[in-house]
């Protein structure tokens, strides 16, 4: 049996991005004894790269905004697929959500007349996202980190010690929830720079790990996106929601080789960027589809007056949601009409005045002149699609947060799915950081209240067997007579290497069943020998054991993508079948829910055949009538399904 230190705690938060610690200051603020932890630094999180804003119609730029026209911009954006109560209560509450965070000491880039300044992004009908220059995420985390540091302070001096009520365990990674009986207990967790193994014995586990991005090669995500949490809620019963749906932004850098991926931020168009191919053409406005052409510019002098004059004109094509200009960049590659590094050019030095661009996006400035060797304001970027946000997630309740099935077991943030549809709009992320984050700790908190005088326990051979998952790529040969005995181990940098290929190559931006069904073997052949993923040495900070922990996650995530985007035979959002290139009507109403195949939360890992995933079809929740009632007719019929039109 492993000796392992236990702590007990009333709510136990997985992950320090933006949902996270909002979720931990919601709990600990409703009296709830609170742990984060965090697989990197406190203050570090994936949030922090947030460039372009927070969506919230607070009508400081444009005073005919309000959440419902954001709520309709998000259900547009989602293709309609959209958790309709999700969307809702996003667009409600986002407005406040910014307001409290600058009560917290967030400094936001201000208007003329001393309010919080929004900005243009796609898909938003009016100026939303409030901002702090490109560094919006940076201000967010340092803003919501702040907010921790002085509830422990209020801690201090009540009871003495400052992580009496609220304490933050950094570079530590979770490998397993546990659970009592069909209730959450805990999670288990190791120590990155030492190795050593602890439990949080907890009735409430918020999950707010984040993305997927690095299982494909061409990624802006950072190291800390392999799934976990995603895997996480898997194993421990949860089903997965819509998981085909992966956002690819149009705007990477392509060029040079060790950068391609890393964002460019959408505010580069939301300003007055313009996109144009090897021609000089600005190809947008070939690209509207049938359900926005009435919202879009037909001319390029309509799309820039509208920056001036946005209520006497429409947006140009540029500033459509990002899976239709993925697309169209895609296409314009694919028609040999591209820039010389397989992108196409994204202008702002023909735009914008030099010091404005610089005033405006200082990140990108200082990204494109150390990265790339390329001024921004005299010349322009080259920028291709990369991986950038996972739509689908932990199937939760919509108003608690709660992931179903798994009594204790709370999701917020971009580990969650339902919120965003098909397609999330930029910008909606952070605002849906902030409002679910409150939501997850809000009822994490008390139904750790509720659980007060039956807590669930942690058994030790629970831990044990955690303790031994985490410990087999030590002993990657495997025991005498087992199935891995005398095969060599497998390096975990080179499978890793070859899911990102295959996930990128095979169920990338376009997607065809052949190719599906390839990738599907070619995961069921990572992951027998992902079975076999060995290292050397010892637990003290070793990468390579990391890795092959990691891979676990990310095999069963891709597998998940895979299968439910093999399975929806029509394209929308952000998954698009070269062999089913419409928007299918049929398709409005359904959701696709991933499952493990073993419920008793084992892995198939030996058996290809057999697969790790299950899918089922679900018909999808009916719209509230008075928020169809926001729309057109004509613009429903579009989306709807026969017999919801009907209804
Ligand atoms: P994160 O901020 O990623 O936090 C995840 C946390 O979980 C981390 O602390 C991590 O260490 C921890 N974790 C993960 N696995 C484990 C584990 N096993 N054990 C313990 N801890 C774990 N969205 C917008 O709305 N506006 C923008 O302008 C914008 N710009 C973006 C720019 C870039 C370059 C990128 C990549 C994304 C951008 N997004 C933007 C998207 C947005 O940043 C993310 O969706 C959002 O920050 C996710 O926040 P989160 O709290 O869900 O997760």
């Not at 040495?537 to 922990?549: I, V």
């Not at 679900?618 to 429903?636: H, Y």
């Amino acid at each position: 049996m492993s000796v392992v230190d236990r702590q007990e705690w009333d709510v136990v938060v997985v992950g320090a991005g933006g949902a996270g610690l909002r979720a931990a200051i919601e709990a600990r603020e409703r009296g709830a004894r609170t742990a984060v932890i965090c697989k990197s630094l406190f203050g570090k999180a994936h949030t922090v790269m947030a460039e372009g804003g927070i969506a919230a119609a607070m009508a400081n730029a444009n005073e005919h905004d309000n959440w419902k026209v954001h709520f309709r911009d998000t259900m547009r954006g989602g293709k309609f697929l959209n958790q309709w109560r999700m969307a809702e209560l996003h667009a409600q509450e986002a407005p406040q959500r910014v307001w409290e965070l600058e009560t917290w000491g967030a400094l936001f880039d201000r208007t003329k007349d001393g309010r919080i300044s929004q900005r243009n992004f796609g898909g938003h009908e009016y100026p939303r996202l409030a901002h702090v220059g490109d560094r919006t995420g940076l201000e967010l985390i340092r803003t919501l980190q702040q907010k921790i540091v002085s509830l422990q302070q209020e801690d201090k001096k009540e009871t003495g010690d400052y992580e009496s009520r609220l304490k933050v365990y950094q570079e530590c990674t979770v490998t397993r929830i546990l659970k009592d009986g069909s209730r959450v207990s805990g999670v288990f967790a190791y120590e990155r720079e030492t190795g050593r193994f602890f439990v949080l014995e907890a009735p409430s586990v918020v999950i707010a790990t984040g993305g997927i991005g690095k299982s494909f090669k061409v990624t802006s995500n950072s190291w800390e996106y392999t799934g976990d949490g995603h895997a996480l809620a898997l194993l421990a019963g949860a089903p997965l929601l819509n998981m085909e749906f992966v956002q690819f932004h149009p705007t990477g850098m392509v060029w040079p080789p060790s950068v391609k991926g890393i964002l460019v931020t959408e505010s580069v168009r939301g300003d007055g960027g313009v996109l144009r191919n090897s021609e000089g053409k600005r190809f947008m406005f070939d690209y509207v589809p049938d359900v926005f052409k009435e919202k879009y510019a037909e001319s390029e002098e309509e799309g820039d007056r509208w920056y001036e004059d946005p209520d006497n004109n429409r947006r140009p094509p540029e500033l459509l949601p990002r899976d239709e200009v993925a697309r169209a960049i895609n296409a314009e590659v694919k028609a040999g009409r591209g820039s010389p590094h397989g992108g196409v050019f994204l202008d702002v030095s023909t735009r914008m005045p030099a010091e404005v661009i610089k005033r405006r996006l200082p990140s990108m400035y200082h990204q494109f002149k150390e990265l790339a060797d390329v001024d921004i304001t005299a010349e322009p970027m080259e920028v291709g699609p990369t991986c950038h946000y996972v739509m689908g997630g932990i199937a939760v309740d919509s108003d608690t947060a709660a992931a179903r099935g798994v009594p204790g077991l709370f999701a917020a943030g971009e580990v969650a799915g339902g919120m965003h549809g098909s397609n999330r709009l930029g910008g909606n992320s952070l605002s849906d950081l902030l409002v679910f984050g409150r939501r997850a700790g809000w009822h994490a908190a008390e139904h750790a209240a509720a659980q007060a005088f039956e807590r669930p326990g942690v058994s030790d051979p629970q831990i044990d067997s955690a303790a031994a998952e985490a410990l087999r790529p030590f002993s990657a040969e495997g025991p005498a007579g087992s199935v891995d005995a005398g095969r060599p181990p497998e390096n975990p940098y080179t499978l890793h290497q070859e899911l990102q290929q295959a996930m990128n190559d095979l169920v990338g931006i376009i997607r065809r069943e052949a190719e599906m069904e390839q990738a599907l073997e070619k995961l069921a052949e990572l992951r027998v020998r992902a079975h076999r993923a060995g290292v050397e040495g010892h637990r003290q900070f070793n990468p390579g054991w990391h890795l092959a922990l990691d891979l676990r996650n990310m095999l069963l995530v891709s597998e998940c993508v895979a299968r439910a985007a093999l399975e929806r035979t029509e394209s929308r959002g952000g998954h698009t079948r070269e062999d089913h290139p419409e928007m299918d009507r049929r398709w409005r109403n359904v959701n696709l829910l991933c499952r493990l195949a073993d419920p008793t939360g084992g892995l198939a890992a030996t058996d290809p055949e057999r697969g790790q995933i299950d899918l089922v079809r679900e018909t999808t929740e009916p719209v509230r009538q008075d928020l169809l009632a926001l729309f057109e007719k004509e613009e429903l019929v579009k989306y709807l399904a026969e017999e919801e039109l009907y209804q």
